[in-house]
């Protein structure tokens, strides 16, 4: 299955080509719009290289050009582009999988794309990241049985360490002191972006604070997941005074002096550069939720993961590379466009983590189940 993966010399994409060269059943293409750092991956990937630019209006004609049968796409950020890659991956008649965190990109994306892969016979996932493929498959697993969930809440908690991206930067930024709707005790309210930091708790981690942010997960899970009243996500940097930053830079935002955060990506990027020798190699990620057992009683549990060794940033490239390996295995899919909600298993996630000597555990009525 010739797999071209867009953006595939950035941090995420180069991460997957790492993970997918050589793969049985895998031709591995990276591309990119830079030749030279393109090749340069391909050739420590054993892989071929193109020169792609995604804005490109004949990106349609280059993909049915190159063969691709699966178009991976990780050139963000997801929160302004339209959809002319996958439309342009359905034209070449090509699956498709995204890394998108845009909120309106992800949501909208089932409804407006599925006709077009459904007519071609192939599958198209966005999201394909820990939102909402690894938050929805944890949330499956902790709530398999149970009769209703009435409360979801979760944090990611980078290491300051990790590498970040000015695309990432910028994407953090763009809702920065935004207005979000958050589903909150069974009805839509707004909230702010990065504004508001409470403490959290982590099992392997020291507490941070952690701010809301807006992820497609915030609309999605409401309507997935029946009944529940409350779903919240937060982000928890490791340095106070980067997410205290955040929080000052949302409230010039709401007060009218900023109103474009996403344009000090750069600045914000570098500077958190130098904040690297106050933080760690250690992130990690915790999912709570809250309804009622199989049996009818309360139930409460949460689930931690820890990432040492700036490890991190391979899980938000899993889901990709665990769907793209299916593929390549010839698995049944149904064709059409999806959301990565309940694409995957936790039990698929575990031989990654463990790749990468990640530690998850569930915790219930505070006693700790390692390895579950």
Same mark, same amino acid.
């Given at each position: 299955m010739k797999t071209i993966v867009l953006g595939g010399y950035g941090n995420f994409g180069s991460r997957i080509c790492r993970a997918l060269a050589n793969w049985p059943g895998i031709e591995l293409v990276v591309a990119g719009r830079s030749g030279v750092k393109a090749a340069a991956l391909a050739a420590e990937c054993d892989a071929a290289s193109a020169v792609i630019d995604i804005t490109d209006e004949h990106l349609g004609r280059t993909l049915t050009a190159l063969g691709a049968e699966l178009v991976i796409h990780t050139a963000g950020p997801f929160q302004e582009q339209g959809y002319a890659v996958a439309l342009a991956s359905a034209a070449a008649g090509a699956h498709y999988i995204d890394l998108a965190d845009g909120r309106r990109f992800v949501c909208d994306f089932a409804a407006t794309l599925d006709p077009w892969f459904r007519r071609q016979g192939r599958k198209a996932v966005t999201g394909a990241s820990t939102?909402?493929?690894?938050?929805?498959?944890?949330?499956?697993?902790?709530?398999?049985?149970?009769?209703?969930?009435?409360?979801?809440?979760?944090?990611?908690?980078?290491?300051?360490?990790?590498?970040?991206?000015?695309?990432?930067?910028?994407?953090?930024?763009?809702?920065?002191?935004?207005?979000?709707?958050?589903?909150?005790? !069974?009805?839509?309210?707004?909230?702010?972006?990065?504004?508001?930091? *409470?403490?959290?708790?982590? +099992?392997?981690?020291? /507490?941070?604070?952690?701010?809301?942010?807006?992820?497609p997960d915030l609309e999605l899970f409401p309507a997935y997941y029946k009944g529940v009243q409350s779903v919240m996500f937060r982000a928890a940097l490791e340095v106070g005074v980067s997410q205290r930053a955040?929080?000052?830079?949302?409230?010039?935002?709401?007060?009218?002096?900023?109103?474009?955060?996403?344009?000090?990506a750069g600045f914000m990027d570098r500077a958190a550069d130098l904040l690297d020798p106050f933080g760690s190699a250690l992130g990690g990620m915790v999912v709570r939720v809250r309804g009622v057992d199989g049996a009818g009683v309360a139930a409460s549990l949460a689930w931690h993961i820890a990432a040492?060794?700036?490890?991190?940033?391979?899980?938000?490239?899993?889901?990709?590379?665990?769907?793209?390996?299916?593929?390549?295995? !010839?698995?049944?899919?149904?064709?059409?466009?999806?959301?990565?909600? *309940?694409?995957?298993?936790? +039990?698929?996630?575990? /031989?990654?983590?463990?790749?990468?000597?990640m530690v998850s555990e569930i915790v219930a009525n505070n006693d700790a189940l390692k390895g579950e």
């Open positions: 939102v909402p493929a690894l938050s929805s498959a944890v949330i499956d697993h902790l709530t398999q049985g149970w009769r209703s969930v009435s409360e979801i809440d979760y944090c990611i908690a980078p290491a300051q360490t990790a590498p970040r991206g000015i695309a990432t930067m910028a994407s953090v930024l763009s809702y920065c002191g935004a207005p979000i709707e958050v589903w909150h005790g !069974g009805r839509w309210e707004t909230q702010y972006g990065w504004c508001a930091p *409470s403490r959290v708790q982590f +099992a392997r981690l020291k /507490p941070r604070i952690g701010a809301l942010c807006d992820i955040l929080a000052v830079i949302g409230a010039l935002r709401r007060w009218g002096v900023i109103s474009r955060p996403e344009g000090l040492d060794d700036d490890n991190g940033p391979e899980i938000p490239c899993m889901p990709a590379i665990l769907l793209a390996r299916r593929l390549a295995a !010839g698995a049944p899919f149904e064709a059409g466009a999806f959301t990565s909600i *309940s694409q995957l298993t936790l +039990a698929e996630f575990e /031989p990654e983590f463990a790749k990468w000597n």
